[in-house]
């Protein structure tokens, strides 16, 4: 029998996802509900260049599509799937 490393868990300040300390530490700069989220991809100017990759290279700008994609809705799924993940509901202490 062999012990298995394990790495402490970190939870998002903004949301419930949870993941190792790597994962988190990418995941809380972008989350959706961070209200001072930063884009990886664009570092919020909503665009952002790649390059295409082929012989003749060239930079591509794209429409950034993760700030895209915030949108109320995403928020509301968020919601939804963190009400889901409730089994306890949350007692008010003030
Ligand atoms: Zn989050
Ligand atoms: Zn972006």
């Keep these: 029998m062999k012990e298995v490393k394990t790495q402490k868990r970190y939870k998002c300040d ?8 790597r994962t988190m530490k ?7 509900r961070n209200p001072r989220r930063v884009c990886s991809a664009c ?7 790649y390059d295409t990759g082929d012989d003749n290279s060239t930079m591509v700008e794209v429409i950034c599509h993760y700030c895209e994609k ?11 799937y963190e009400l889901s993940l409730q089994d ?6 003030d």
């Design 14 to 21: 903004f949301c419930k996802k949870r993941g190792i300390v």
């Design 26 to 32: 990418f995941h809380e700069k972008n989350c959706y």
């Design 43 to 49: 570092n919020n100017t909503g665009k952002y260049e």
């Design 70 to 80: 915030f949108d109320p809705q995403k928020i509301e799924d968020i919601k939804e």
């Design 88 to 93: 306890k509901p949350l007692t008010d202490k």
